[in-house]
């Protein structure tokens, strides 16, 4: 079946085209038009992340700060907070590996990637500059992502353990822990905030393909121009 | 929380501060001369009747101790401690302490606790535990100098000793204090206790121990629980930290990470809605090309 006809296929009878459907559980294909960027394996570990994130996040912030301790009301209080945070911050943790596991092989800095380490290639990006006709799959941006959520996972996870049982450790440690889970907590939020700007808001058609999984082409080859050819000449030709 | 009635001065995990200030209040003091105690340990079972604490059962530790550390239903130890070195009274000193909270006027346990009012600082200097807002998460022991708070698994609370704040706020002493047979306990306001204080340092001076000294550490701005030392100069002999302070790792997380967080949260987002503002979305150009939806064959 020809890319245009499963196209068409698509548009008269929508999302539940079969072809359509069986196309987007592998990845880096076009279907129905559009490219399929996560399959759904990719998209049930990405949320299973952001939703333990969150659940991390808020059962943690009352516990933090006072300032947010209204927040605990929704989990039935602190009391509450304080035994649901550590659980689920080891279903974080497990989440978090899957998604290293499932995303390692993408992830290697090369070359131009490492613009993104320096302040001024991380401003150039966000001004919509330098545009680089040598984006795969992911840029710079992503990976770095990938390797601070994977290090600020790790670090979440260790202090965390130390907090849990204080007993079971030193003074210095405890009080290292708690320098250490704050420090990271605050960096992988504000992260967060950045990386939800731009999947949502700054970026659009991208949180689509966290949701069908899906990107359009023009998307492809605007943000991410070496995939979009590698895919394009792979597959079925435009 | 023992005591509705007194005033707080501070309060743990508050975010405005919670100080009346409307009456002077004296600070209060127990005072302990470590030189006269016998080690009789009527204060410990004072201390359990008075309190209504559970039985713990005792520990053979190779001393008269009566168990190795403070426990989550035993708040008053008496300390044993043989110390081989150059004394006035020859080459060894056997030093008995009174091992319990010390009411810190800078409390560390305070200041780690993230439950709001969960421990609180009287006006008083009596620094209380409310178990109603206790989480159990241990931080106070981390927090604290003196390793006095103590978890217990079977509350999922914190319990220390509260000064006897229910007797003190009626006018009574602290049940130990009351069971003292030698008078090496007294307890009122702060200034009278310094000034007893100060008059027993100087008759030991007189009498063989010029190194006798009062531990009132400025560290964490003084306590509510005095010791007189006839070796003043060694406290860690008895088991006291030298110079004790709130820890350096619970004040840099409460009093900088905290507030540098909520800012850096508070600047992450309006630097998004900043960006958003000024470079607006970057959307692809439209191509002519067909996407989902819009494609007919």
Redesign the interface.
């Known amino acids: 079946m020809s890319d245009?006809?499963l196209?068409?296929q698509?548009?008269r009878t929508g999302v539940g085209d079969l072809a359509v459907a069986r196309a987007r559980q592998t990845e880096d294909v076009v279907a129905?038009?559009?490219i399929v960027r996560h399959k759904l394996s990719s998209r049930v570990i990405h949320w299973s992340v952001a939703v333990l994130f969150f659940l991390c996040l808020f059962t943690g912030l009352p516990?933090?700060?006072?300032?947010f301790?209204w927040m605990a009301t929704f989990f039935g209080g602190?009391?509450v907070?304080?035994w649901l945070h550590p659980w689920s911050g080891v279903a974080f943790a497990v989440a978090s590996l899957a998604m290293f596991v499932h995303w390692f092989s993408d992830m290697h800095l090369t070359g131009k990637d490492r613009e993104f380490l320096t302040p001024g290639g991380m401003i150039r990006y966000?001004?919509?500059q330098g545009e680089d006709p040598e984006v795969g799959k992911y840029n710079g941006g992503q990976k770095l992502l990938f390797w601070a959520a994977a290090l600020g996972a790790l670090g979440l996870l260790l202090s965390g353990i130390v907090?849990w049982f204080?007993?079971l450790f030193g003074?210095?440690l405890?009080?290292?822990s708690?320098?250490v889970h704050?420090?990271a907590?605050?960096l992988f939020?504000?992260m967060i905030?950045?990386h939800i700007?731009l999947g949502t808001?700054?970026?659009?058609?991208t949180f689509g393909s966290m949701v069908r999984g899906?990107v359009?082409?023009?998307?492809a080859?605007?943000?991410h121009p070496r995939w979009y050819r590698e895919v394009t000449r792979n597959g079925r030709p435009? | 929380m023992n005591a509705p009635g007194l005033e707080i001065r501070q309060s743990s995990a508050g975010v405005w501060g919670s100080s009346s200030g409307q009456r002077k209040v004296p600070v209060v003091s127990k005072y302990i001369d470590t030189s006269t105690c016998i080690g009789c340990k009527a204060c410990e079972v004072a201390c359990q009747e008075w309190n209504d604490l559970q039985i713990v059962p005792t520990a053979q530790v190779g001393t008269y101790q009566t168990m190795p550390r403070l426990d989550a239903n035993y708040w008053n130890l008496i300390q044993f401690r043989e110390v081989e070195a150059n004394v006035p009274s020859g080459d060894f000193a056997w030093l008995l302490r009174k091992d319990q909270c010390m009411h810190c006027a800078d409390p560390g346990c305070l200041k780690a606790c993230p439950a709001p009012g969960a421990i609180v600082q009287y006006e008083n200097g009596i620094v209380d535990v409310n178990p109603d807002a206790c989480i159990g998460c241990k931080m106070c022991e981390t927090g604290c100098p003196f390793d006095v708070p103590r978890y217990s698994a079977r509350t999922d609370k914190m319990a220390k000793c509260t000064l006897c704040v229910d007797r003190v706020q009626v006018g009574l002493e602290p049940a130990c204090v009351k069971a003292c047979p030698t008078g090496c306990l007294h307890f009122g306001t702060k200034d009278d206790m310094k000034e007893l204080a100060a008059s027993r340092i100087d008759q030991l001076k007189r009498s063989g121990f010029p190194q006798a000294d009062l531990y009132d550490p400025p560290g964490v701005g003084g306590t509510s629980v005095i010791t007189v030392l006839a070796h003043g100069d060694h406290p860690e002999w008895y088991g006291l930290p030298k110079d004790p302070h709130v820890p350096t790792g619970v004040r840099f997380w409460k009093n900088v990470l905290r507030p540098v967080g909520v800012i850096a949260f508070a600047a992450a987002f309006f630097a998004m809605v900043g960006h958003y503002l000024t470079y607006g979305p970057k959307k692809p150009k439209e191509s002519g090309e067909k996407s989902r939806g819009e494609g007919t064959v």
């Not at chain 1, 808001?201 to 058609?205: I, Q």
């Not at chain 1, 359009?216 to 998307?219: C, I």
Request: hydrophobic share 40%.
């Open positions: 245009a006809a196209s068409g698509s548009a129905g038009g559009e516990v933090w700060t006072p300032i301790g602190l009391a907070c304080r966000f001004r919509y907090i204080p007993e003074q210095g405890r009080e290292l708690y320098v704050d420090l907590f605050i939020f504000a905030i950045g700007y808001a700054a970026e659009p058609g899906t359009t082409k023009d998307w080859r605007l943000h435009p």
